[in-house]
């Protein structure tokens, strides 16, 4: 049975920082690619940024460049977000997403096969 576990969220005042974990079991990890996405409320779900199976391609939505940055320790089965520079624009659930096998990143979540439970993240202004 696969399973994604996000953990790391919590409450930050806005220029803080947080990061996120996911740690993946029952797959093959190693061979997926994975993204993270979130939902604030009475919104859809949003792409944050995605990952190779090796972490060598990574893609960010414009709203996050250069304030998150995706990570994976395939040792681990764990994919990382750090995010710095809150906002208080960045509330939201945060959930990771496994699709594969793949080789290059997914930005569809309907392409995703495996989704996490969600972590909350709220920043204060």
């Known amino acids: 049975q696969v399973q994604l576990v996000e953990s790391g969220g919590g409450l930050v005042q806005a220029g803080g920082s947080l990061r996120l974990s996911c740690a993946a079991s029952?797959?093959?990890?190693?061979?997926?690619?994975m993204g993270w996405f979130r939902q604030a409320p009475g919104k859809e779900r949003e792409f944050v940024g995605a990952?190779?199976?090796?972490?060598?391609?990574?893609y960010y939505t414009d709203s996050v460049k250069g304030r998150f940055t995706i990570s994976r320790d395939n040792a681990k089965n764990t994919t990382y977000l750090q995010m710095n520079s809150l906002k208080p624009a960045d509330t939201a659930v945060y959930y990771c997403?496994?699709?594969?096998?793949?080789?290059?990143?997914?930005?569809?979540?309907?392409?995703?096969?495996?989704w996490g439970q969600g972590t909350q993240v709220t920043v204060s202004s």
């Open positions: 029952g797959l093959s990890f190693s061979r997926y690619a």
């Open positions: 997403a496994a699709d594969g096998p793949k080789w290059g990143v997914v930005v569809s979540p309907d392409e995703y096969d495996y």
């Open positions: 990952l190779s199976w090796s972490g060598g391609t990574k």
